[in-house]
């Protein structure tokens, strides 16, 4: 008996009398040796393990039976059974996989869409409107933005700009009741192990937070030139962000006197 690659690409035997079968004896690779082993996604014929690995390397076979291909009912054999009952355990598994992966896109989009209307809910609510950037827009991503039911207070993403230092730092989640001088005063509060920070902020420290210029960009403007409202530091964020359009998360830009 010799040794043929079953289904999975493992060897299995080949009868001697197919061996000996005239202009099948020699290898196919190495032409020299009689053939031993039988490549099952191609039938070709190899007399070694390194004979059956070059095959593969320079034709690219993957050494292993076209699953889907037809095979006459005269060669059918248990190996052919196992193999077509391994497919369709395969499909099966991969149909309820994909079934499982909709229903959780599926909730997530419905859970975000929910979020969407209600921050424009409690937007409008405010005299503002908000937003939603594009799903997987890293706006939308880094938004934390969000409405404390228990607090009924809307808590935002803010981000504060210091112009000219190169310098941004980002509120998670500040409540709208929040002055904008009081939050702009805790990032210039001096801290120990913070060096870099306030030689980088030292102009804004020296200037003190009620002279600096707070704003921000207009983004309903149509024309070319960027516009932007001034907003008041004793101002809540609730009334600073009243009568404009947001899109997610406002970004305020700090501006010192000299830059204006």
Same mark, same amino acid.
């Given at each position: 008996?010799?040794?043929?690659?079953?289904?999975?690409?493992?060897?299995?035997?080949?009868?001697?009398?197919?061996?000996?079968?005239?202009?099948?004896?020699?290898?196919?690779?190495?032409?020299?040796?009689?053939?031993?082993?039988?490549?099952?996604?191609?039938?070709?014929?190899?007399?070694?393990?390194?004979?059956?690995?070059?095959?593969?390397?320079?034709?690219?076979?993957?050494?292993?039976?076209?699953?889907?291909?037809?095979?006459?009912?005269?060669?059918?054999?248990?190996?052919?059974?196992?193999?077509?009952?391994?497919?369709?355990? /395969? %499909?099966? &598994? #991969?149909?309820? !996989?994909?079934?499982?992966?909709?229903? @959780?896109?599926?909730?997530?989009?419905?859970?975000?869409?929910?979020?969407?209307?209600?921050?424009?809910?409690?937007?409008?609510?405010?005299?503002?409107?908000?937003?939603?950037?594009?799903?997987?827009? /890293? %706006?939308? &991503? #880094?938004?934390? !933005?969000?409405?404390?039911?228990?607090? @009924?207070?809307?808590m935002w993403r803010v981000t504060w700009r210091f112009e000219g230092s190169g310098y941004c730092v980002t509120d998670e989640k500040l409540d709208e009741q929040t002055k904008l001088g009081d939050a702009l005063a805790a990032h210039l509060k001096l801290q120990p192990g913070q060096a870099q920070r306030h030689a980088l902020l030292k102009e804004y420290l020296e200037a003190g937070p009620e002279h600096l210029t707070l704003l921000l960009k207009q983004e309903t403007?149509?024309?070319?030139?960027?516009?932007?409202?001034?907003?008041?530091?004793?101002?809540?964020?609730?009334?600073?962000?009243?009568?404009?359009?947001?899109?997610?998360?406002?970004?305020?830009?700090?501006?010192?006197?000299?830059?204006?």
């Open positions: 008996m010799s040794d043929e690659l079953d289904l999975n690409g493992e060897a299995t035997e080949v009868t001697d009398r197919e061996a000996r079968s005239p202009g099948v004896v020699r290898c196919e690779v190495c032409k020299t040796q009689a053939f031993k082993y039988k490549c099952p996604g191609c039938q070709l014929r190899s007399c070694s393990l390194a004979c059956s690995k070059e095959h593969k390397t320079s034709t690219g076979c993957s050494g292993k039976r076209q699953r889907t291909s037809f095979v006459p009912l005269s060669e059918f054999g248990e190996g052919h059974l196992i193999s077509d009952y391994n497919l369709l355990e /395969e %499909a099966a &598994q #991969l149909a309820e !996989s994909a079934q499982r992966t909709r229903q @959780r896109t599926s909730n997530a989009q419905s859970a975000q869409i929910a979020k969407v209307r209600h921050m424009q809910h409690q937007a409008r609510l405010r005299n503002m409107e908000w937003r939603a950037a594009p799903p997987g827009s /890293e %706006a939308r &991503q #880094l938004n934390s !933005s969000c409405f404390d039911a228990h607090k @009924r207070r809307l403007r149509s024309d070319l030139g960027p516009s932007y409202y001034r907003l008041m530091p004793n101002h809540t964020l609730r009334l600073a962000l009243a009568q404009k359009t947001i899109t997610e998360f406002p970004t305020i830009l700090v501006v010192l006197p000299r830059l204006l």
